[in-house]
Every structure is written in C-alpha cells, then in structure tokens.
C-alpha cells in the first residue's frame, strides 16, 4: 500500500494540519517504460523568487502577488491554494546506488497561445517546491517534460529533462525561477498539452551527495496554485508507481485527484518571443536641413542577433527594407559620403509598419 501526504496550510495563525491519503494503483495505469534511453539531462540556473511559511501569522499575505510574465505560455504561480503535496517514496536511485531519490509527481497543463505557437522554444520556467520539514534540505530538484501521448493519457515521450545543482529548499512553499541558455534550451514539439513532473535526489551532480536523508526527501514536494492565469489544467496529477529520474518515455504510474483540491502545481513556461514574418515594412527619407534628399546613402539594420542587411537611398532620399520581422527590436544606422548625422542610429521596436523614420545630416564632412 502507497501512501500520499497532501496538506492543507491552515488559516491564519493556524499550524499545519496532515491528512493521510491511500493512494492505490489502478492495474491499467502501470505500465512499463517502452525506452530505456535517457535524454541528455540539461543543467539550468536556480533562484528563489517568494517563500510562504507553513504556519502563518495573522496579517502576513498567503502569497505575494507575482506578475505574470508577457513571454509565458502557462503561468500558475500567482493563486497559491494554502495547500501542499510531497512527492514521497523515497529509496535508494534505481539509476545509482550511491544516492536517494523520490518518486516523481507530475502535473498536466494546457499552454494558450499568446506568444507565437507550436513548436515553442523554452528558455526559461518557474515552479514551486514545498519543504515540510522543520529546518532547509538540501537537495536537488530534477524536472522532466513530457508530451501526452501516453496509453492511460499520462505523460509519454519525454520531451526535455532539466536538472539543477542542489540548493537549500526554505521551510514552506517557494517558488523558483529557472532559466538556460545556448545548448540549454529546449523545443517543445507542435503540441499545447505538456506534463510537467519533479523528483527530489540527495546528489550533489559530482558523484557524492548532499548528506538529505530517507526522512528529509519525503518532505519534500509540490504547492498547489489555482486558478492558472494563462492556459489551463485538469483537475488531475500522476504519481509514479516507483521512484527515479524517470528521464525517458512513459513512466509508469498512475492519475489522481485529490479530494476538496484542485491538482493544479505552480509552474509558468516561458519561450522566446516569435517574430511574425513578412508583411512589415520600415521606411523613410535621409535628407540635408533645408529638406532636400540623400542620394545613395546607406542604411544598415540590424537585429538582435547582429545579423545586418543595408539599403541606399534613391535621388528623393528614400529607403525602404521589407518584410521585417515583428515584436524584435533593431538598430538602424545610416552614412553617406561628404555628409555627417548628430544622431546617426536609431533604435526602433517593429511591431507594424513603419513608414516616416528620418534622418538629417548636420554639416558637410571632409
């Protein structure tokens, strides 16, 4: 018999209270991993953003209020439910035998489309690990996405598994800020419906460990937030039915619901904004004061990137660039021969067209 511990964090100034729940394994939802080849795990950077204590006094707020970033996909850490839930099943890792970790608790979302569309390019995430214990563990959180395409509708192919280096976890519930770069990142393929899993291990990633015990990785776990600000999710989770990393396809495991809980867990997705292609245009005039066009006068764009392209004026003084990418930020620069600008650069925001830039030559040059 496997046992879950969901708890509720009491009203104001109230203590924690535990409620013990048997959670069984329906039959059909054991399955057993179809690969047993693991991705490349990816190291990403780590930082606390807000703790809330388990015992609150009265006045101090549930939760500060987070803003949801412009660039996420999903984002549930703003509405957190007073409630939390460990991961538990702590034993030695199935994948070394020098370290412990925990079973792996796992969350569906639904990303809404407000920023590009699939496949998304994931650059940076937030999620939240609860600590029940009376003192900060030291451990290290491992998160793994997956695609649904699994028989029982849990998680399947796995899409991306993200790992950190330990990190003393605060009593209570906090939400951390993670983020990757260069060959860090990762795309999730063209689907809105992810599963999002945590597993804790007492490893240190160079072959030793963090000194957390059997007792101190089942305390820790996952805060309950709802509802999600942007997207959207069942009211439903997964357990796996042993513990590991679990950094391939289809763990085996099974759904649940907590009863008087939604199962929602705090995460927020962040992907790179996606430029809209074609259909933009910035153009404009290079002149001397008195109005009079700029003939040949080169233009140079320049994105974020530090890719350029160059345009030159005609007699009037005009240049045009076409399809430009929108939602990027550029830096436009003009010279020409026998003439000298004050301001010889502009930087400009493209999210429509635009048609009236300008430049002036101040004087003459030699």
């Known amino acids: 018999m496997n046992f879950r511990t969901y708890f509720r964090l009491g009203a104001l100034g109230a203590a924690a209270f535990v409620l013990f729940m048997t959670a069984t394994m329906p ?6 991993s179809v690969s047993s080849r693991d991705r490349t795990e990816l190291l990403w950077d780590l930082q606390p953003v807000r703790t ?17 970033d412009p660039l996420a996909v999903y984002s549930n850490v703003t509405n957190f439910s007073a409630s939390a839930l460990k991961n538990g099943g702590a034993a030695t890792d199935p994948a070394s035998a020098t370290n412990i970790i925990t079973k792996l608790l796992v969350d569906d979302t639904r990303f809404m489309n407000t920023v590009g569309s699939p496949p998304y390019a994931v650059n940076g995430f937030r999620f939240s690990v609860y600590n029940g214990g009376a003192a900060p563990i030291t451990a290290r959180a491992r998160v793994r996405f997956y695609q649904p395409n699994a028989t029982n509708t849990g998680p399947g192919t796995i899409i991306a598994p993200v790992t950190f280096n330990p990190i003393a976890f605060p009593t209570g519930v906090t939400v951390f800020s993670a983020a990757g770069g260069g060959a860090a990142t990762f795309t999730i393929p063209g689907t ?14 160079a072959g030793g460990n963090t000194g957390a015990t059997v007792a101190d990785l089942n305390n ?12 959207s999710s069942l009211d439903r989770a997964f357990l796996t039915t042993t513990n590991g990393g ?3 396809d289809n763990p085996p495991g099974a759904l649940f619901d907590t009863p008087a809980i939604v199962d929602n867990f705090g995460y927020e997705i962040l992907v790179a904004s996606t430029p809209t292609a074609g259909g933009v245009t910035l153009s404009g005039r290079v002149t001397v004061p008195d109005g009079r066009g700029i003939t040949n006068a080169v233009l ?11 345009a030159l004026t005609d007699r009037r003084g005009r240049f045009n660039f076409d399809d430009v990418p929108s939602g990027r930020t550029y830096v436009i620069t003009v010279s020409a021969r026998r003439y ?17 830039l300008s430049f002036t030559a101040s004087s003459l040059g030699h």
Do not use: H, K, Y
Not at 27 to 32: H, N, P, V
Not at 224 to 229: E, Q
């Open 220 to 231: 820790l776990g996952v805060g309950f937030f709802n509802p999600p600000d942007r997207g």
């Open 340 to 356: 000298v600008f004050d301001q010889p650069s502009q930087v400009i925001t493209v999210n429509d067209n635009a048609t009236d």
């Open 192 to 205: 809105q419906n992810v599963w999002i899993g945590i597993t804790f291990d007492d490893s240190d990633g």
């Open 52 to 68: 809330v204590p388990v015992a609150r006094t009265a006045g101090e707020s549930v939760f500060a209020p987070e803003a949801v």
């Open 27 to 32: 039959a059909l939802g054991q399955r057993r």
């Open 300 to 310: 140079t764009l320049t994105d974020p990137e530090g890719v350029s392209r160059t």
């Open 246 to 248: 679990f950094n391939s």
